[in-house]
């Protein structure tokens, strides 16, 4: 293995243990030591078979009158040590158990936490598919490499270690050397040419995750598909994907026929040099026929598990690559942090203050000095051609980005001096496109706001006006809403948006775009509900129908990233601009 990858392999290693055996965790680490007990108990027991297995043989080959009792002592034992191992592996297994699959929630959980904790562009710019497959897999293979590390590697070693040191103490060091050159060889070529295997792993990984991330895109833009008949399309797409999977699985299998035959080799050569030299000892009468049966049971005791080694050696490899990109994934740098000192945000009022904002994504610029204030209780719109930075306006003040130059203030705060958690607490917001989770109505309304009561529920959805709408579904609060929230209107995800957005009970209100998509009708319904939730407190309202901001405090106009107007209504119409040629066209249309 090059120093690299064993470097890697001990940083994954360390990470492991970290969640295996947690500090102050002593219920976990008892487990650990009781199994590993039980491990050198088993392996203790298993030892003891062949020595008892060949005494019975010279006793019934030596003497035809030999003592019933002395072979029924010989074979009882032979029961109980088979027995004993049976039942110390089995509470091995049991109390390791909870052992493996701590570590795997708990690397997994983390996983899950920390990619919350990135930034939006890390999320913009990832697919998600393969995300979940990487940690799915990730997952699996912390599960496999502790269980097999357990149950397989380390008992095989401690088992070499036995009957090593067995075959010197009562055949000699030649056969002790030669078992143990065997094992050495065997580990040496198994170890070189699975390093040489693993590149076909991450090879399958990478398409493995292409071919994943393009089923879940398709299946998620269903509608679309459907829309522009592209089944035939979509489905050549992802064989596209599977093709390249099927070429480098089939590399890797090929290749595991090259491994086998060299393991094959070795231990063949092993078990005849062994097997001839107990001949040859017993015809010099320096072994008896007990003897050699022991010698033979101990080198099958140990070349069978032997057998299992290169594949356990392979799955462990790929087990890393697997972890590697799951820990990988906490590598990232989260982008947007809170600063160690960052103490929650005080609101009293709510203030707003845009200060001089720059903003870019990349090397295209996107806001270029944007400077505003919102006052307490207030409604304040912005309006603008679609790219004139609108949405990056929102974006920042959740805190998704932090500006380039200026600031972001709430009553004299800055978003960069307190917790991230504390400014989206603090604000509630309506968007565009409202998407649900695939679970019931209720659960989607209550994410407003954690450990919401039904009443608290219920009430957010009266203001919201939907509670006549779920009151007249067969489950009512119970009804699954689908992927996306794909089962109910336009309209009605809006209205639970703002029923969320009410139960959150934000100091500030922002309403990106909420009615742009809706017909007229629907408009007018959401536009009242926003109002009246609304009433006396800072609201944000980003806009693209003109109508529904024309009882605004103040209105800004954006045209690429800068302030081109500012005023009411009727002022901004008054100064026949940008604004009044919008309400104009939205007018007339």
């Known amino acids: ?57 010279d006793l019934v080959n030596g003497d035809s009158g030999f003592a019933m009792s002395a072979l029924m002592y010989l074979v009882g034992g032979y029961a109980l040590a088979r027995l004993g191992q049976q039942v110390f592996s089995e509470a091995k297994q049991y109390l390791f158990a909870k052992v493996a699959q ?15 904790k990135l930034s939006l562009q890390f999320h913009m710019d990832r697919q998600t598919g393969g995300m979940t497959r990487a940690i799915d897999r ?9 269980t097999i590390a357990f149950f397989e590697v380390l008992p095989l070693f401690v088992e070499v270690a036995f009957v090593s040191i067995i075959m010197w103490h009562l055949f000699g060091g030649f056969y002790a050397g030669v078992t143990f050159l065997t094992v050495m060889a065997y580990v040496y070529f198994t170890i070189r040419v699975t390093e040489w295997r693993i590149r076909f792993r991450r090879e ?53 026929s090259v491994v086998n035959i060299g393991q094959g080799t070795i231990i063949a050569f092993g078990l005849m040099a062994v097997m001839a030299m107990a001949g040859a000892d017993i015809q010099k009468g320096g072994l008896t026929v ?30 890393l690559v697997d972890m590697e990109r799951m820990f990988g994934l906490l590598d990232e740098e989260p982008g947007i942090a809170d600063k160690p000192a960052a103490k929650p945000i005080n609101i009293d009022g709510g203030e707003l203050v845009f200060d001089n904002v720059h903003f870019a994504y990349g090397d295209r610029p996107i806001l270029k000095g944007v400077s505003f204030t919102v006052q307490p209780g207030k409604r304040f719109a912005i309006v603008g051609p679609s790219g004139s930075g609108k949405t990056t306006i929102s974006r920042l003040l959740f805190r998704f980005y932090d500006p380039v130059s200026g600031a972001v203030r709430l009553d004299g705060q800055d978003l960069r001096d307190v917790t991230q958690a504390s400014v989206r607490a603090a604000i509630g917001v309506v968007p565009q496109d409202t998407v649900m989770f695939n679970s019931t109505i209720g659960y989607n309304i209550g994410y407003g ?25 067969p489950d009512g609060y119970d009804t699954m809403v689908g992927e ?25 209100f922002l309403f990106d775009e909420a009615t742009s998509a809706l017909d007229s009708r629907t408009e007018k319904e959401i536009q009242h509900a926003l109002d009246t939730v609304s009433k006396s407190q800072t609201t944000l309202v980003i806009a693209h129908r003109l109508s529904t901001i024309v009882n605004a405090d103040e209105i800004i106009v954006l045209a690429e990233g800068e302030i081109v107007e500012r005023g009411t209504h009727r002022q901004l119409l008054s100064q026949k601009g940008l604004y009044a040629q919008m309400w104009e066209r939205q007018s007339s249309g």
């Open 1 to 57: 293995m090059a120093p690299s990858n064993l470097r890697k392999t001990a940083s994954l290693l360390r990470a492991l243990m970290h969640y295996t055996a947690p500090r102050g965790d002593n219920k976990i680490r008892v487990r650990i030591g009781a199994a590993f007990a039980c491990l050198i108990a088993a392996k203790s027991s298993n030892m003891v078979t062949p020595l008892l297995y060949g005494a019975a043989v």
């Open 204 to 256: 399958m990984n990478t398409a493995d995750e292409a071919a994943a991330t393009r089923a879940v895109d398709s299946l998620l833009n269903y509608e679309t598909v459907k829309y522009f008949n592209a089944e035939d399309v979509e489905a050549a797409r992802y064989d596209a994907a599977m093709a390249d999977y099927e070429v480098m699985a089939v590399r890797s299998r090929t290749s595991l």
């Open 138 to 146: 990730g997952a699996k293979g912390i599960e496999f490499l502790l």
């Open 449 to 473: 706001r954690n450990g919401a009561s039904q009443d608290d529920i219920a009430a957010a959805s009266k203001m919201a006006s939907i509670d006549r709408f779920i009151a007249g579904l």
């Open 290 to 319: 007990g003897d050699f049966v022991a010698v033979n049971t101990y080198l099958l005791q140990l070349y069978l598990p032997l057998n299992f080694l290169g594949w356990v050696y392979r799955e462990l490899r790929q087990a």
């Open 102 to 116: 701590r570590a795997v929630r708990g690397a997994a959980l983390n996983a899950f936490r920390y990619l919350h």
């Open 484 to 508: 996306r929230g794909l089962k109910l209107s336009g309209g009605e995800k809006q209205r639970v948006a703002i029923a969320r957005a009410i139960l959150k009970k934000p100091s500030i």
